[in-house]
């Protein structure tokens, strides 16, 4: 079970609350809107429902992401949520704090060097773990397992992945606007023939979601990361460079990140870093491609309210999208961007044609628990 169901577990977590009736359906994460409920030795637990507006298009590596969490504190990586069961239903302790996303910290994009060591502590933290070493079950297929060090394959699976379950699904529906926009089948050739070649490094457990949301500082000062259902073993400068494409650090932190890691990650697991100058900007590139095949649909779907165009937010989208598409313009091989009103028209015209077809609506990652 990757998390409980709501509400047929909702309701056994009542059952068992303290007081059922605080029970809170207003925090709203990236991905989910949590219930959070206090049982009687003052613990918080939560259980998160898949927000409906919002669509997945990311791969899963481990089935339960809470089997996930007790194996972590088996290898006492403390900073991740506790896991309560109540009466044999798996429930993640809720973390009272604020987000490294919240406006406080986000203006100047700095992250506080108390949180940053903290971060660096993980990165060493998780490097140290093998595939081997993990107890908790997997759900991917044998071809998404490589061999130990294979980086090239790791990134490949990734690659088909997105163009598998990502692009093609949703083909019929968004063709013509990727074309509009400067995308299509021949980017997955051109990506493949950017980042091919990467140097092999010991593969180890892997966040793949390191962001600011999903990075929570308490009272105390002490971070806790949530979310592991994103996890993977793989590659680990794939974890850095995801990281550092989420954070957005600011030139300067940014660069100590790449340093620090690099001390950690060598000091625990040697050849961890190694050749990290010619593959980190490679893999930062696969993410930008990755970013335009999600956010393309993503942005698309929020302008549509209804049978009619959210005229108001259209700017914003076709800004969004033009950042993107600048960002991953190398990679993709495009030698022009549309610009922000070719956009803008691009995005007017799939909206109209998408309100004479039926069946328009895009195709998620299918679930495979």
Known sequence: MTSPSVPDDRQRADEWSARPRLVSSTLKGHHHVLHVWPLEDRTWVKCREPRAELLWFDRRCFRSEEQLLRALKEHRIECVPDVVDIGGVDFQGFIEGRTVGTRRWWSSRRVPDAIFDQLVDLFRETVRITPDMLKAERRCESQDRPEDGDTDSF?????????????????PVFEGLFRELGVGDESFDRLRKRVYGLTRRPFCLLHADLHRK????????????????LAMLGDPLYDLATHL?????PA?????????????????????????????????????????????????????QRDDLN???????????HRILTAAAEPLGSKTVPAHPQIMAALVRWHRQAGTRTGTRPKPVPDAS
């Not at 990134?155 to 083909?171: D, H, S």
């Not at 494409?245 to 650090?249: E, G, S």
Request: aromatic fraction near 10%; include cysteine.
């Open 214 to 229: 999903n990075l929570i500082v308490d009272p105390r000062g002490r971070l806790w990361v949530i979310d592991w259902e």
């Open 311 to 321: 005229w108001a937010g259209l700017p914003l989208a076709a800004a969004r999208l």
């Open 245 to 249: 494409y989420l954070m957005r650090y």
């Open 155 to 171: 990134l490949e699976r990734l690659i088909v992945f997105m163009q598998e379950q990502v692009y093609e699904p949703n083909r």
């Open 252 to 304: 300067h932190q940014e660069n100590r990140m790449i340093q620090e890691w690099c001390r950690v990650v060598e000091h625990i697991r040697p050849g961890s870093s190694l050749g990290w100058e010619q593959d980190l900007p490679r893999i930062l590139e696969f993410k930008r491609v990755q970013s335009v095949f999600t956010d393309v649909i993503r942005e698309s779907l929020k302008l549509r």
